[in-house]
Nanobody, 122 residues
Framework: VQLQESGPGLVKPSQTLSLTCTVS??????????WTWIRQSPGKGLEWMGD???????DYSPSLKRRTSIGRDTSKNTVYLQMNSLKLEDTAVYYC???????????????WGQGTQVTVSS
């Protein structure tokens, strides 16, 4: 299974971020994986943002829920992340990952994308 994140590298404050995770080697509708978005800000640890499971229902970090939407496009086998009202502190490397269970523990992820840098700056 391979995951590839894509999206804009630079976004202005208050704008909306849209990221795509293209999945190959597995269908995103499989019962085998939860597809997760994780980010890492400079100097900080990994932050679980949310995931979408086989049912297509997404779960979110309580701290990001108001600004975040995770969905999927089954025709393109992609998972997407949208985050609005971006702040400077949203600057981070954003990762897409897959795990066989719904988890926030990085050791339990089976596959990771390489990550995409997002910088929030005016």
């Amino acid at each position: 299974v391979q995951l590839q994140e894509s999206g804009p590298g630079l976004v202005k404050p208050s704008q909306t971020l849209s990221l795509t995770c293209t999945v190959s080697g597995s269908s995103i509708t499989t019962n085998d994986y939860y597809w997760t978005w994780i980010r890492q800000s400079p100097g900080k640890g990994l932050e679980w943002m949310g995931d979408i499971g086989p049912s297509g229902i997404a779960d979110y970090s309580p701290s990001l829920k108001r600004r975040t939407s995770i969905g999927r496009d089954t025709s393109k086998n992609t998972v997407y992340l949208q985050m609005n009202s971006l702040k400077l502190e949203d600057t981070a490397v954003y990762y897409c990952a897959a795990a066989g269970v719904e988890t926030m523990y990085e050791d339990e992820y089976d596959y990771w994308g390489q990550g995409t840098q997002v910088t929030v700056s005016s």
